[in-house]
């Protein structure tokens, strides 16, 4: 979408203050710990761009409470499965031998969108370490948020999204669907499926040296996801508020009921 589509898609721009305003009205309220998926382009013209939607998150949830958002680094992932791009097969050690090691301060996120790229840049914004899952966190329980990522498994149990869960944290989807709500990758784990296994080996720093390290994780699917999702906001009830923030829809979830739902959808449907 071009700037000039972005600014004929509103009657007028977007700004902090009513950004913050919305933002409010749809129930991100202060002191609460929100987990962000976001598309900037669904908002239409910003003043300010991703820097202004941050600045406006910021505002809502308070220092009081935790602003979260995904800023995974896919580039970390196994270029041996890649689709997008897909690379020759003779590219692949190539890959694995140069790709300079994972490094949360100023590795970029890849895929996530310009929202969380601004955001994970902030000073006062810590990110977890995991090299290919990892989050970003700023407010009350940041720390606690981030910490703790595990490299096994990394968006299960020892994960930002298990940590989310137990503070009974929210899931905003601004502008976006189901298959961007990584929440739901929590549910696959901790439903009582067959798995498959995968493993990958990812460049780190280590003591200011290079290592590669290697890690198992299950093989994940969001094929489902935005089926799972639309279930469970048919059941209605507080888990669930839907409004419009500038000219995107945006869902706010309960993410502890989200993950219990979708655990017994995967259980039954998958």
Do not use: K
Not at 62 to 91: E, K
Not at 195 to 217: A, F, H, I, K, S
Not at 235 to 241: E, F, I, L, M, R
């Amino acid at each position: 979408m071009s700037e000039a589509d972005a600014v004929d898609r509103v009657a007028e721009p977007a700004t902090v203050s009513t950004l913050t305003e919305e933002f409010r009205a749809l129930g991100v309220g202060a002191g609460e710990v929100v987990l962000v998926h976001s598309s900037l382009s669904s908002l239409g013209w910003v003043a300010g761009d991703a820097q202004a939607v941050v600045e406006a998150l910021r505002n809502a949830v308070t220092p009081s409470g935790t602003l979260v958002m995904p800023t995974h680094t896919t580039q970390y992932s196994d270029p041996a499965v890649w689709s997008n791009p897909p690379v020759p097969d003779d590219w692949v050690d190539t890959i694995r031998a140069s790709r300079p090691p994972f490094r949360p301060a100023v590795t970029p996120s890849r895929g996530m969108g310009a929202i969380p790229e601004c955001f994970r840049t902030y000073d006062d914004v810590v990110r977890s370490s995991h090299p290919v899952y990892s989050f970003a966190a700023w407010g009350a329980d940041a720390e606690a948020v981030v910490s703790e990522h595990g490299l096994d498994y990394g968006l299960g149990e020892d994960s930002p999204l298990a940590t989310i869960a137990e503070l009974g944290g929210t899931v905003l989807l601004l502008g976006v669907g189901h298959d961007s709500n990584t929440s739901l990758h929590l549910a696959e784990y901790r439903a009582a499926l067959e798995r498959e296994t995968t493993r990958n080996t990812v460049p780190m720093l280590e003591d200011g040296d290079r290592v590669q390290r290697e890690y198992v994780d299950i093989a994940q699917s969001t094929d489902d996801f935005p089926e799972v999702g639309a279930a469970f906001e048919q059941q209605g009830g507080s888990a669930v508020t839907t409004g419009t923030v500038s000219v995107a829809t945006a869902r706010l979830l309960s993410q502890p009921e989200l993950v219990d739902f979708a655990v017994d959808w995967f259980e039954a449907n998958r």
